[in-house]
């Protein structure tokens, strides 16, 4: 009975946290309209999910990815220095070069929109489990747009 309740529960969720059909939503205009859609499996492709993966993993784990890097960072002055100079030099190069600013930004506010959602209602999953659940819908609804182009 209780594993009937849960897949109930999973099946609602959307309804009680709506923010993660947009989140959905985005990430279908986001496989539509990214480079390489014609394409059978071209490097663009790949790192088009591996930099969704990496905006996810950032606005799901920011408390565990900034320990680390503070943790890090308190090492040493001089690491302190060369870990934000290579950051921010190799981010900010990435981000206005290859034109990825607004999709960055429109995903991640998704995705924070999303967290925002989920603790409204009071589901609190460990971190990972929520990382590695947004980042499926998060794929899965490119690989919708990117399935709807073709």
């Known amino acids: ?14 309804l009680r946290a709506p923010l993660l059909l947009l989140l959905l939503a985005v990430a279908v205009y986001e496989g539509i309209h990214w480079e390489g859609a014609a394409a059978q499996l071209s490097l663009a492709w790949v790192l088009e999910c591996l930099q969704a993966v990496v905006v996810v993993l950032v606005c799901t784990m920011p408390d565990l990815l900034l320990q680390q890097v503070s943790n890090a960072m308190a090492a040493s002055r001089v690491v302190s220095l060369v870990v934000t100079l290579l950051l921010v030099t190799v981010g900010g190069l990435y981000l206005l070069h290859l034109r990825v600013l607004a999709n960055v930004l429109i995903l991640a506010s998704a995705v924070l929109l999303a967290r925002l959602d989920l603790a409204r209602i009071r589901v609190a999953p460990h971190p ?23």
């Open 1 to 14: 009975m209780s594993v009937i309740k849960s897949l109930l529960r999973l099946v609602v969720l959307p």
């Open 128 to 150: 990972l489990v929520l990382s590695t659940a947004l980042t499926t819908l998060v794929l899965g609804g490119a690989a919708l747009g990117r399935w709807i182009v073709r």
